[in-house]
C-alpha cells in the first residue's frame, strides 16, 4: 500500500514506523517549520536536518513527490515539506492518514483515498474519514472507531509518573526560543530549561528533559515547547513512546483489515439469462463496437481480484476464460437469478467476501467496481452497492460472508436484494452515475 500520512511528529512518527515495518510505502508531509517537541524520535527532524533515524528506520527530505518515490524505492520514508498536503495529487495514495494532531480537521475528506484515518479529536468516522483512532491516554487508547468520534480533547495533559500539567515546558513570552538544558539532560523544580522573548523558562517537576524544541524556532507565549519525564529513564527520550505505539498499532489494525478485506473479496459475474424482454441473447448485442457482455468482463478484470462467471453460452465463456475467469456453467437458466448465485458461491465458497454483477449495465467500468470495493474494504459493514442515495439501489452488490447462507436459500428469480433489504441497516451505498446503474432490457425496436 502507498501511505501519505500527514503530519510527522512524534505520534505520527510512531504509525509511521509500525506500517513501514510492515512493508508499506510512506510519504509524511510536515510544515516548513515543525515544532515537534519530542524530535529525537520523530521524522519531522528531516525537513531542518536533511534526515532523521528513528529505532533503525530513516527517514530523508525530498523537495517533489518524484523525489520522495525514490526515497521509498530505496526503502526509507520520504518526508516533504508540504504542510497542505498538495502532493496527495500526484502522489495518489492507496490510504491518507491525518495525524496532524490538531484536535481538528484542517482539510482532510473522506475522498481523499480509498481509506481515509483521522486520528484523534476533530474527526467523524463516517463524514470526513472512514475511521477514527482513538489518541487520549487510558482504556480507550488506539482504539479504531467506524462510527462516530474520539473523545474531545480536554486541554489537560495526560498523567505520567503522576505529573500532568507540570510536565508541560511552556513558553514565557513571544519570541525566538532558545533551549538551556537538553533533551536527555536531569533537571530540579525550578531550574531555568531555556527562554523565549528573553524570559526565563522554568521547570516545575524533576525529571529528565524528553522533549525541547530546536534552537530559534518563533514561539508564542503559552506554547508547549518541551516536556519533562518524572521516569528519568535516558533511553525513552530516544525510542517511541507507549502512547505513539499504541496509536500506530491502531492505525495499523484499520489498514491491515483494509487490506485483508480488499484481498479477501472475489467477483462473480451472472451472464446466463435467457433475455425474454430483448428478444435474444442480449449480453452478445453490440454496444459501442463491443458486445454486451465484454464491457462488465473487462471492467472486472481490471480489478485484479479474483473471478468468477456463471454462463450458459461458450461464446462469453470463452472470453472470460482469456480475461482469466474461472467459468462455470449454468444448464438450467430457467429456475431464475438464484440458481446462478448459487453455482457462483459453490465457486467461490472460500472468499470473505463477493461482489456480484450483471452484464446488461455497460455504463458499469473498472472505476465503478474499484469505488465499491473499497467502500466496502474501509467501513465495517458487510452489505454494500451501487446506488443513488438511499432509496434508489442498484447493481453491483457486495455480500460479506456472513450472508452467503441467506443467498444460498434464494429461489426462482429472486436475486440479493431481498437479502439487501433485509439487513437494509447493514447497507453502504457507494453513489453511481445514471449511465454506471442503467441495464438494456430490450433492444432498439423494443418499447
Known sequence: MKILIKGAGDLATGIAYRLKRCGHDI???????????????AFSRAVYEGSAEVEGIEAVLAGSAGEAERVIASDRVAVIADPEAAVREEFAPDIVIDAIIAKKNLGTTINDAGLVIGVGPGF????????????????YLGRTIYSGSAIPNTGIPGEIGGYSVERIIRAGADGEFHPIRQIGEKVLEGDVVAESGGVEIKALMPGIIRGMLQEGVQVHAGMKCGDIDARCEVSHCYTISDKARAIGGGVLEAVSRYEERLKGTGIIV??????????????????DGRRMF???????????????IVTGYDEIAQRAEELGFSVVYNRRPELGISESIKLGLAEMKDCKALLFTVCDQPGVTADTFKRLLRAYAAGDRDLACMGHGEDMLGNPCLF?????????????????????MKHRGELVVVNASDAELEDVDYNKNGN
Open 400 to 420: 460479506g460472508r456472513k450472508y452467503f447462507a441467506e443467498l444460498e436459500e434464494l429461489t426462482g428469480d429472486v436475486g440479493g436484494k431481498r437479502v439487501i
Open 27 to 41: 510519504l509524511m508531509t510536515e510544515t516548513a517549520i515543525p515544532t515537534t517537541v519530542r524530535r529525537t524520535v
Open 294 to 308: 465484454e464491457h462488465c468482463l473487462e471492467a472486472a478484470a481490471e480489478t485484479g481480484c479474483r473471478r468468477t
Open 124 to 139: 467523524t468516522a463516517g463524514v470526513d474519514c472512514h475511521c477514527v483512532v482513538e489518541t487520549k491516554r487510558g482504556h
Open 270 to 287: 451472472l451472464a446466463a439469462g435467457e433475455g425474454r424482454r430483448f428478444g435474444s441473447n442480449k449480453l452478445v448485442a453490440e454496444i
